[in-house]
């Protein structure tokens, strides 16, 4: 079985700063993948960053980078330069490619980011 | 491209009664997932379809939860009969194969049962 864990319900970032989300995970497989995906008030969810387990660079996106810490269990998202635009729930989920194949998800980080 | 789309948007009914909700996923993408957020939780999978047929519904309460996907193109999602406990929103996805790709997902229904 898959879990996610993020500790951090809420967070908040002055705009132009930089924040840093938590999120932890335990699975069993040896090949899976880690995501990030943005729930903004209203609107859909997205997908933000995707990394591979069997990766060692850590993935990128523009503004958003993740540190993925494998033998610690640990993918964390960092925002850099963050926009009000950025103002969402974030998930960290996980996908194990052997007998479930389903997308877990954490309980989410609400990030508000002040002006 | 047009993005999933799901109906109604809310829905408030009462216990004991049936509902259902629909799901249009993206053109060309043979996976369909239904999953179900309550307040202040991530999102739950209850059921994913390729194409037309069911991969997993091991989180589905089969006993009064169903689902089709009719074609292998939209899909419904009913409760039969609805609990308090079914309040929540309940979020469609779609992607192009069963596997760790990018899941594309609706608006949401919420429901809620009074």
């Known amino acids: 079985a898959q879990t996610v864990t993020q500790s951090q319900p809420e967070m908040s970032v002055q705009e132009a700063e930089t924040v840093t989300l938590s999120c932890t995970y335990d699975?069993?497989?040896?090949?899976?993948?880690l995501f990030w995906y943005k729930q903004p008030p209203s609107r859909q969810m997205i997908l933000v960053i995707r990394q591979e387990a069997y990766k060692q660079q850590n993935a990128t996106e523009n503004r958003f980078s993740v540190n993925f810490q494998k033998a610690a269990k640990s993918f964390s998202l960092k925002i850099s330069d963050s926009q009000l635009g950025d103002a969402a729930m974030y998930f960290c989920a996980s996908f194990s490619s052997g007998s479930a194949r389903q997308l877990t998800f954490g309980s989410g980080t609400q990030l508000t980011v002040l002006p | 491209e047009a993005g999933v789309a799901q109906s109604p948007r809310y829905k408030i009914i009462e216990k004991r009664q049936s509902v259902a909700f629909w799901c249009n996923p993206i053109s060309g993408h043979a996976t369909l997932y239904w999953y179900q957020q309550i307040l202040g939780q991530g999102p739950k999978l209850l059921i994913q379809f390729q194409n037309n047929g069911v991969v997993d519904d091991s989180q589905l309460p089969k006993d009064r939860f169903s689902a089709e996907r009719l074609k292998g193109v939209d899909s419904t999602l009913k409760i039969q009969p609805a609990k308090l406990e079914d309040s929540a929103v309940y979020l469609c996805a779609s992607s192009s194969g069963w596997g760790p790709y990018e899941q594309y997902f609706g608006p949401g229904t919420r429901l809620t049962v009074t």
């Open positions: 699975t069993s497989e040896s090949d899976y993948y």
